[in-house]
């Protein structure tokens, strides 16, 4: 008998290490629990604030919400199966952190697109938990009301960070920036020599935009984003945008920093959140975040003079009674 179970905890020994010191759960999950608080494990219905790199088994990241600086916020969901993502994390509590590995061929058989270019065996998640709101016996106002207090403090501390990122980023790249009265920071680095985009004018411009730690969110330019490796829409055409100038159609930033530059100059624009997407931000760009565009003025179109105006509306009048 002792030597039966001396041979399953060998055995166990062994796969364990197969495994690199992950262990199994339900459904093929395996994990590794890096740092253990203590805290009451995660349960549904839950607020959850954490950070997650996903990755190929490869060591290729996929997403990362450290890059965005913007951490994922989601009152906890119920599991849809055994061994995935959700599951795992109901293994944490606030302060936890771990790596999680779950089959590519079985999260891919459930509907979900299968990465461009993917090709390992394992999806890797590798989460931080920031902090938890456990609903328990909670009444909806009560608990929304709290969840709203740890959002509006968060995003107090992010609009406290925001000028010391943004005189890092300067400093850092060595820019001596001219400042407008709205905030708006920038760089002439080629002058240009046509003229100037007014209200009312096209302005053509191609663009790069990034965080102020380097990650690329956007550009019109295709050597940029292969190089970034973005996900790029195949049927995007990049080319440089169209943009009435003055008309609300941009961040304030842009309508403003149009507005400095000649046809053919460059310039890289900082811009604080104040006129960029202030608190809310939007996709990968979180609250109060400030944001670095390269600037190319490729043309400045004037409304043409001699255009047809369009006619004016003509009111019918209401039937006699």
């Known amino acids: 008998m002792k030597r039966k ?7 166990a020994i062994g796969l364990a290490s197969c495994n690199g010191g992950f262990k199994q759960g339900e459904g093929g999950l395996l994990y590794n629990i890096h740092t253990s608080k203590g805290a009451p494990k995660i349960k549904e219905g839950d607020f959850v604030s954490l950070n997650m790199v996903v990755k190929t088994d490869g060591d290729s990241i996929l997403n990362s919400t450290y890059e965005s600086g913007q951490p994922t916020r989601t009152a906890m969901p119920k599991a849809q199966a055994k061994g995935d993502i959700v599951a795992g994390i109901g293994l944490l509590g606030e302060g936890d952190s771990a790596t999680f590995k779950i089959s590519a061929d079985t999260l891919f058989k459930k509907g979900q697109q299968r990465p461009p270019g993917f090709k390992g065996k394992y999806l890797v998640f590798q989460v931080k938990i920031e902090k938890v709101i456990a609903k328990g016996s909670l009444n909806e106002q009560v608990f929304r009301g709290r969840v709203m207090d740890y959002i509006k403090s968060e995003g107090e501390a992010l609009k ?5 990122k943004i005189k890092k980023y300067i400093a850092d790249h060595n820019l001596k ?17 046509g003229d100037k ?12 935009g990034k965080q ?22 195949p049927m995007r055409q990049f080319a440089p945008i169209r ?17 400095l530059l000649n046809k053919g100059a460059k310039a890289i624009f900082i811009i604080p959140s104040d006129i960029a997407y202030k608190d809310q931000g939007i996709g990968p760009i979180g609250p109060y975040t400030p944001l670095v565009f390269e600037m190319e003025m ?12 369009p006619a004016a509306p003509q009111l019918t009048p209401p039937a006699a009674k």
Do not use: R
Not at 160 to 164: H, W
Not at 177 to 193: C, D, F, Q, R, W
Not at 298 to 309: I, R
């Open 5 to 11: 179970l001396m041979f399953l905890a060998l055995a």
């Open 160 to 164: 406290k960070e925001e000028p010391a």
């Open 177 to 193: 920036v001219e400042k407008t009265a709205s905030g708006l920071m920038y760089v002439i680095t080629n002058p240009g020599t």
């Open 197 to 208: 985009p007014a209200v009312g004018d096209t302005a053509v411009v191609n663009y790069t």
């Open 212 to 233: 102020v730690n380097g990650k690329v969110f956007d550009t019109s330019v295709k050597e940029v984003a292969t190089k970034e490796k973005l996900p790029v829409d």
């Open 243 to 259: 943009i009435p100038v003055g008309q609300a159609k941009v961040i304030q930033g842009w309508d403003e920093g149009l507005q």
């Open 298 to 309: 490729v043309n400045v179109v004037h409304p043409n003079p001699n255009a047809p105006k």
